[in-house]
């Protein structure tokens, strides 16, 4: 696709369940991440894909988060018994990684956990 | 990566240009200087970015002081469409005999800049 694509849109859960949110990233790009944006805040590091590289999971809030991506494709970040805390936006971005700069982002999944 | 501070937000009228300032006072050699907004409900865009030298493209142009400890983004006509929270970020690169490549993308809390009629 021309751009960075997220799916769902909307996901509404009930606490304690498990979701998925999946990021297409554009085909090509090396590099790929995924940011937590709460409510009338700013974006929130959550784990970065570099190629083969082990990937950096630092902004990972707890073990309830995690994410997997196969090579150079799409990327899945998944959430364990989901509490209310979790309701946000989850914005994926994607770059060439090598040798380029701009990273793309996609619309974002809004997450709302009741 | 290097911290960043920027006011939590500016006003412009319309037709002026909005200059946006961001602090870096720890930055290091290796780090670049990015800016990226965001309108309201949409993800982040990127809009320029620059290691020492002034860099001007068909969105902004980004002023980098000699030391490098500060920058200012000029939005040099700002529209209405132009209102957003603009994110000043300090990223590090590492280059090696395979290229370059790029550290994460941290954001702060940006400027909040509303351009009004």
């Known amino acids: 696709g021309a751009g960075v694509s997220q799916s769902p849109s909307n996901k509404v859960t009930e606490k304690g369940k498990d979701v998925e949110l999946r990021c297409d990233p554009i085909?090509?790009?090396?590099?790929l991440y995924w940011y937590r944006q709460r409510l009338g805040q700013g974006l929130e590091f959550l784990i970065y894909?570099?190629?083969?590289?082990?990937p950096d999971k630092s902004g990972l809030p707890s073990d309830r988060f995690s994410a997997e991506r196969t090579g150079e494709s799409v990327s899945t970040l998944t959430i364990q018994r989901t509490q209310q805390e979790d309701s946000a936006v989850y914005l994926c971005?994607?770059?060439w990684g090598i040798g380029y700069t701009e990273a793309f982002f996609g619309q974002g999944t809004r997450l709302t956990v009741v | 990566d290097a911290k960043t501070t920027q006011p939590p937000s500016m006003d412009c009228a319309e037709g002026r240009a909005a200059n946006l300032p961001c602090n870096h006072s720890?930055?290091?050699?290796?780090?670049?200087v990015y800016w990226y907004r965001q309108i309201h409900s949409q993800g982040p865009q990127y809009i320029i970015h620059?290691?020492?030298n002034n860099e001007t493209n068909e969105m902004a142009s980004l002023i980098i002081t000699e030391d490098r400890k500060s920058s200012t983004l000029i939005l040099p006509h700002a529209t209405l469409r132009d209102t957003a929270v603009y994110y000043c970020?300090?990223?590090?690169?590492?280059?090696?005999?395979?290229?370059?490549?790029?550290?994460?993308?941290?954001f702060g809390q940006g400027t909040i800049l509303t351009v009004h009629p």
């Open positions: 971005a994607s770059s």
């Open positions: 720890t930055i290091s050699g290796n780090e670049y």
């Open positions: 620059g290691l020492k």
């Open positions: 970020i300090v990223r590090a690169t590492l280059t090696n005999a395979g290229g370059t490549s790029y550290g994460k993308l941290t």
């Open positions: 085909s090509g790009h090396t590099a």
């Open positions: 894909f570099q190629g083969n590289s082990a």
